[in-house]
Nanobody
């Protein structure tokens, strides 16, 4: 089992940048594929980005392609989401998630492990 803790959220103006981190417990972080999801008030949770256990394979939601970058450092048991050119519509609670096996996935139902979330607010 893995425990996840997100950090790095906050308030930023449109056009600004933030970097989210997801710290994982345990010695098997490198065996988990990871993902970032977000949920805005009154909306369903949606996929943002995913990365394979090795970090060599990534995928992004169309809405964030070219602006967000997912990465991981297996030596530090940490995953990151670099968010640039932020827009007000990026405002949401951001969650990191882990799934066993190396393959990344865009489906939240395939992730059994979740962090508590970190709030990102983008002002116009």
């Amino acid at each position: 089992q893995v425990q996840l803790v997100e950090s790095g959220g906050g308030l930023v103006q449109a056009g600004g940048s933030l970097r989210l981190s997801c710290a994982a417990s345990g010695r098997t972080f490198s065996t988990y594929a990871m993902g970032w999801f977000r949920q805005a008030p009154g909306k369903e949770r949606e996929f943002v980005a995913t990365i394979s256990n090795s970090g060599r394979s990534t995928d992004y939601a169309d809405s964030v392609k070219g602006r967000f970058t997912i990465s991981r450092d297996n030596a530090k048991n940490t995953m990151y989401l670099q968010m640039n050119s932020l827009k007000p519509e990026d405002t949401a609670a951001y969650y990191c998630a882990a799934r066993t096996g190396g393959a990344p996935s865009v489906s939240s139902t395939l992730y059994p492990y979740w962090g508590q979330g970190t709030q990102v607010t983008v002002s116009s």
